[in-house]
């Protein structure tokens, strides 16, 4: 189980610090990643980070602002976001993928993963 916390309103410019905690079985064994849906609008793949953490991916509208990481000892993953702007309001998830997977081989369209989570709302004014 995956829970997301840390999400809130805050103006352009400003930061937040997501978080995604699992619970159930260790999460070091996963890939894992970040998605979010802004009203109206698809679900996005954010970024993404390997199962020990060597390798990460991030949306071209995200890079340079966002930071992924993960801690496995204490089975959480980090979305430091940073120059936050209004078009970052959104519902973010985080979701993982299978154990071990080979990391250029990883399919992370948002259709592939079930987001059984709340998800935390992020919110940017102008």
């Known amino acids: 189980q995956l829970v997301e916390s840390g999400g809130g309103l805050v103006q352009t410019g400003g930061s937040l610090r997501l978080s995604c905690a699992a619970s159930?079985?260790?999460?070091?064994?996963?890939?894992m990643g970040w998605f979010r849906q802004a009203p109206g609008k698809e679900r996005e793949h954010v970024a993404a980070i390997s199962w020990r953490g060597d390798f990460t991916y991030y949306a071209d509208s995200v890079k340079g602002r966002f930071t992924i990481s993960r801690d496995n000892i204490k089975n959480t993953m980090y979305l430091q976001m940073d120059n936050l702007k209004p078009e970052d309001t959104g519902v973010y998830h985080c979701?993982?993928?299978?154990?071990?997977?080979?990391?250029?081989?990883?399919?992370?369209?948002?259709?592939?993963?079930?987001?059984r989570g709340q998800g935390t709302q992020v919110t940017v004014s102008s």
């Open positions: 159930g079985r260790p999460a070091s064994n996963y890939p």
């Open positions: 979701a993982a993928a299978p154990a071990h997977s080979i990391w250029s081989q990883i399919n992370w369209s948002p259709a592939v993963f079930q987001f």
